[in-house]
């Protein structure tokens, strides 16, 4: 009888000591997942105040790579993916001039990830491989605190058709979602990013020709209503609106002035972005250098 209450005793044991040792491994990765989600908090704060462009371009492929790591654990976490989306894309935005194709893989990845947040929304994630009229109305079930996933997804969609379209021009079959969702984000928070869905719709209508539905009125609505939002703080808007909006017009004293602009802006003109301002104030000086070749 002693034996068999031993016997029985080393079972409960074991199991125990199973248990025990899995809810450590789980709670250790809850702890690391918590970690992830605070540092990508506060760590998207300290590299959007970074001044140094170079610097951070350098940083960022380790960066990416802890990501990838957490997201291991948390595939699903929408913080994570959304911290993850975000830095990919920063990435192939630094890329996109000196290596189109990879630049292409990384806002490729950041739109899949996007999509990740995104695709727990049921109804969305059933429209999806459906006509864009089904997307689109999908869009709807949408909310305000959905705009950072939606951005995301915008800003990694039209950089990845934008470099990956001449190799694969099945990738300009996503614009008409693209439309979608800048209507959808306009709607539910057009103020988001110092108004970055109003830069982003007056881009793509700056961008285009008029016989492929480019239209400057609107290019230019948007733009000011940019101007509005961010103060003309955010000085990546302004050097959108010289290159793309001015160019359009053909407007040489527009574009000289604008991206002049951008140049004589003070430091920490937006502390929290410098950053961002700081990579606008480099295309500005690169721009200005090709004006006679512009114009």
Known sequence: MNGIRVAKLN???GIALVFLITGCTSFKENMMVNTAKLMGKHGKNVVNRYPDPEQMKAA???MILQSDMFLEMAPKD???LLSAAELNSGYAMFLQESDKKRSAKYYLKAKNYALGILKQNDVFNEA?????????KALLSF????VPALFALLTSTFGWISTASSDNPAALLDLPKAEAIIDRILVLDDTYRYGGVHAVSGTYNAARPVMFGGNTEKAKYHFDEAFRL????YLM???FYAKYYAF???DRELFVKTLEEVLAAPDNLLPEQNLANEIAKAKAEELLAQVDDQF
Request: aromatic content about 10%; overall charge negative.
């Open 60 to 62: 960022m492929p380790a």
């Open 128 to 136: 999806l491989g459906k006509s864009d009229e089904e997307y689109t």
């Open 230 to 233: 961010s103060e003309r703080k």
């Open 78 to 80: 929408p913080e994570l």
């Open 248 to 250: 359009m017009i053909q």
């Open 143 to 146: 909310k305000k605190e959905d």
């Open 11 to 13: 079972v409960f044991l």
């Open 237 to 239: 808007w302004l050097v």
